[in-house]
């Protein structure tokens, strides 16, 4: 080897020869050139498609309700709805794999049908399960074709009009002299027998009064711009008789505004701001009953305040609904 050769060769400790160093920038470029290229496999998609159930377990149903009471927006509907699913799911439940289907809700329907239970109550419960398909189908829980056989269950067909219980002008005033007594009790219940009588209010109607609702309009005292079910707003004229009962106990209990009604303790002292529905028809049952009609419901005042205004008006709605079928109104 000669000195040339020699000193070329020399290289400092640690240094890379030239052959390594070559090598080393080729598979670096190599990684380079792989690291551009790369993209991020796609996952493969799952080939197992999800299918709705057929058969619903109790959470999938409590799911479904509560869906459905979120979708309401009356407290009535709310608690009519509720108890309606409530009785269907006890009774789905009790039967070990049924399929949520037509089928089942045809049965379930029969099984209604065998109760005495009038066809508006078969008829609200169906509309409740219906409620419950749809909202299990828009949930992914049920599939919609199963969701569109349940809401063609049809309902319970209704033959004839029902009368209720209907109080003469006798039966009417011997229930408001059922409560003669001077007690503030006594008081705050003949007034509200003669809302009820005397302006046919309903009693979630009754509960939420007030006594700035009592105006005065050309002379005569009304309900202004009371707000009923459905959101219907109407004024509702007020006799002399309920003004006067109302009048004595709102002086009696030293009411300026605020509700109207109010709950009365033990001690004969108000107590709270108002009072619930509940409380209404347990006064109307118990004084009904010790006038000798334990029948009489608070609604039945209802009607009977309607008919006592109006007297022809189920004759005017059947006269109308005949001249419609046969086309000459």
Same mark, same amino acid.
């Given at each position: 080897m000669t000195v040339i050769g020699a000193l070329s060769s020399f290289r400092e400790p640690g240094e890379m020869s030239p052959h390594k160093r070559g090598a080393g920038q080729r598979i670096g470029h190599r990684i380079t050139l792989f690291a551009a290229e790369w993209r991020p496999r796609a996952m493969a998609k799952s080939r197992r498609k999800r299918t709705p159930k057929r058969v619903l377990k109790l959470p999938d149903l409590e799911h479904s309700k509560s869906a459905v009471l979120n979708s309401l927006t009356s407290a009535s509907s709310k608690r009519s709805y509720d108890q309606a699913i409530r009785e269907f799911i006890d009774w789905y439940c009790s039967e070990p794999r049924l399929a949520f289907n037509r089928t089942v809700v045809t049965r379930y329907r029969i099984a209604l049908e065998q109760h005495p239970y009038a066809p508006s109550t078969i008829n609200l419960r169906l509309a409740a399960i219906r409620r419950l398909a749809y909202e299990a189908s828009d949930c992914g829980l049920l599939s919609p074709d199963l969701a569109a056989g349940i809401r063609r269950v049809k309902g319970v067909r209704r033959l004839g009009v029902r009368v209720g219980n209907w109080l003469t002008a006798e039966e009417g005033k011997k229930l408001l002299a059922a409560e003669n007594g001077d007690t503030l009790r006594? @008081?705050?219940? @003949?007034?509200?027998?003669?809302?009820l009588i005397g302006c046919g209010l309903r009693r979630a109607e009754v509960t939420t009064l007030r006594l700035e609702d009592l105006q005065l309009r050309e002379g005569h005292w009304v309900i202004a711009d009371l707000r009923e079910k459905g959101g219907h707003i109407r004024t509702i004229p007020v006799p002399q008789c309920v003004k006067e009962a109302i009048d004595s106990w709102a002086v009696g209990a030293g009411i300026n505004a605020g509700p109207l009604l109010r709950s009365i303790n033990k001690a004969g002292r108000i107590w709270g701001h108002?009072?619930?529905?509940?409380?209404?028809w347990a006064i109307v049952k118990a004084n009904a009953k010790s006038c000798g009609l334990p029948s009489v419901a608070p609604h039945d005042l209802r009607s009977y305040a309607e008919f006592r205004t109006m007297?022809?008006?189920?004759?005017?709605?059947?006269?109308v609904k005949l001249a419609a079928i046969n086309g000459s109104a």
């Amino acid at each position: 080897m000669t000195v040339i050769g020699a000193l070329s060769s020399f290289r400092e400790p640690g240094e890379m020869s030239p052959h390594k160093r070559g090598a080393g920038q080729r598979i670096g470029h190599r990684i380079t050139l792989f690291a551009a290229e790369w993209r991020p496999r796609a996952m493969a998609k799952s080939r197992r498609k999800r299918t709705p159930k057929r058969v619903l377990k109790l959470p999938d149903l409590e799911h479904s309700k509560s869906a459905v009471l979120n979708s309401l927006t009356s407290a009535s509907s709310k608690r009519s709805y509720d108890q309606a699913i409530r009785e269907f799911i006890d009774w789905y439940c009790s039967e070990p794999r049924l399929a949520f289907n037509r089928t089942v809700v045809t049965r379930y329907r029969i099984a209604l049908e065998q109760h005495p239970y009038a066809p508006s109550t078969i008829n609200l419960r169906l509309a409740a399960i219906r409620r419950l398909a749809y909202e299990a189908s828009d949930c992914g829980l049920l599939s919609p074709d199963l969701a569109a056989g349940i809401r063609r269950v049809k309902g319970v067909r209704r033959l004839g009009v029902r009368v209720g219980n209907w109080l003469t002008a006798e039966e009417g005033k011997k229930l408001l002299a059922a409560e003669n007594g001077d007690t503030l009790r006594s @008081r705050r219940n @003949r007034a509200l027998l003669s809302l009820l009588i005397g302006c046919g209010l309903r009693r979630a109607e009754v509960t939420t009064l007030r006594l700035e609702d009592l105006q005065l309009r050309e002379g005569h005292w009304v309900i202004a711009d009371l707000r009923e079910k459905g959101g219907h707003i109407r004024t509702i004229p007020v006799p002399q008789c309920v003004k006067e009962a109302i009048d004595s106990w709102a002086v009696g209990a030293g009411i300026n505004a605020g509700p109207l009604l109010r709950s009365i303790n033990k001690a004969g002292r108000i107590w709270g701001h108002g009072f619930t529905p509940k409380v209404i028809w347990a006064i109307v049952k118990a004084n009904a009953k010790s006038c000798g009609l334990p029948s009489v419901a608070p609604h039945d005042l209802r009607s009977y305040a309607e008919f006592r205004t109006m007297p022809n008006a189920r004759f005017l709605q059947a006269t109308v609904k005949l001249a419609a079928i046969n086309g000459s109104a």
